[in-house]
């Protein structure tokens, strides 16, 4: 330990004190402040925070219990161990000392390798306590760094999948694309502006940004002949088409079993199994009502609709943006989550935005 780039701040108002103790610790190689008044102390220290402590009891204004609790108040002073001096020997001092945050007690009077030792010891076990904190850091900083590595392997992955599916619909180019950056458009809205900002947060959003391409990956299930099919679906063919929602939440499960605490995946399921849910309990496949539909899935619903009915289909034309505006804010409270179709209301011109720079097959 370099003991010259240490400072040692002490606060005693007897000034033979300060004196002997100065010299102890100046010959030793520490550099000394020395103080009589404990406000005096506390100022010196919040500009320039000492090493080290040590700490008399009995003073006058502000004891040394005060002082240290001071100390402990404060953000920047907090971690600085303290050492109490005091003549005070009774059991109940020595625990209130600890008590109040400090990491030693010496009894006055001292000895010149007592103060030594223990200065050093605790100086050097500062020293380590702030080098396994630096070093935690570091090894946190790696595993967020290989956690953002794995995540982005897995987001590739899931793209590439969702694109398998989109491939197998000719009539759905940019589908997947368009209602992701739909969904977080939503998200940012609700979190700046709604009752749910509370719930929201920054990995909310991209939980349900990045999920969102799930929404149709049970189409894979889907025979061709219905996926396919150039026209509207028979009771029975829709009825088969709407199991895409248990299929694709069935094969994510399965995921989740092995990653039991992965939020991403959890969000996936809600968004793959519930994104036909309607806010008065007629959507599919729970009949899900109000606020027991998940909400990244109330957030899928609004965005996979209006890229639905802006999309050309072999049964209809691609309607324009102010009719699927109108569509989706007459089904506010109906199909939708009122507070989502609001939040669609305010970034509406976005929506439209998004889909005129987003057009491909």
């Known amino acids: 330990m ?78 600085i161990p303290v050492i109490f001096i005091s003549a005070l020997n009774a059991a109940s001092e020595k625990v209130k000392a600890f008590h109040e945050g400090g990491v030693d007690f010496v009894t006055k009077p001292f000895h010149f390798e007592e103060i030594r030792a223990r200065v ?63 969904c977080k458009i939503l998200s ?18 991209e939980n349900v940004f990045h999920a969102a391409p799930l929404h149709d990956i049970g189409k894979v299930g889907i025979p061709d002949s219905i996926l396919l099919k150039p026209g509207l679906l028979s009771l029975e063919e829709f ?35 519930s994104h036909h849910e309607k ?17 990244s899935a109330r957030i899928m619903a609004v965005s996979d609709v209006y890229d639905s009915l802006r999309s050309e289909r072999p049964y209809k034309e691609a309607f324009n943006h102010e009719k699927s505006y109108d569509i989706i804010m007459k089904g506010a409270g109906e199909d939708f989550d009122p507070v989502v179709a609001e939040a669609f209301k305010e970034c509406n011109k976005e929506f439209a935005d998004i889909h005129e720079s987003y057009k491909f097959k």
């Not at 010259?4 to 108002?13: L, Q």
């Not at 004196?19 to 005096?40: A, C, D, H």
């Not at 749910?196 to 947060?201: E, G, I, R």
């Open 279 to 295: 806010w008065n309990g007629k959507g599919y496949p729970d009949r899900l009502a109000g606020s027991a539909i998940p909400l």
């Open 120 to 182: 050093e010891t605790h100086l050097r076990l500062d020293q380590m306590k702030k080098d396994i904190e630096r070093h935690n850091h570091y090894l946190e900083d790696i595993i967020e760094e290989k956690i953002l590595e794995v995540g982005s392997s897995q987001i590739a992955t899931i793209h590439a999948l969702s694109a398998l599916t989109e491939s197998r619909d000719v009539d759905t180019g940019g589908h997947i694309g368009r209602t992701s950056l739909f």
């Open 239 to 273: 009825e088969i088409m709407k199991s895409h929602v248990i299929i694709g939440a069935k094969t994510l499960k399965a995921v989740l079993e092995k990653y039991p605490h992965n939020k991403f995946i959890v969000t996936g399921i809600e968004i793959t199994r």
């Open 188 to 205: 940012e809205h609700l979190r700046k502006s709604s009752d749910y900002s509370k719930d929201l947060n920054n990995q909310f959003v």
């Open 2 to 79: 370099n003991q010259k780039c240490k400072t040692i701040m002490i606060v005693d108002d007897t000034p033979a004190n300060l004196t002997l103790l100065q010299e102890i610790l100046q010959s030793q190689g520490y550099r000394v402040l020395v103080f009589t008044r404990g406000p005096m102390a506390l100022k010196a220290a919040e500009k320039n925070p000492p090493d080290l402590i040590l700490l008399d009891i009995n003073m006058p204004e502000m004891d040394g219990f005060e002082v240290c609790r001071n100390l402990k108040r404060n953000e920047i002073l907090k971690d």
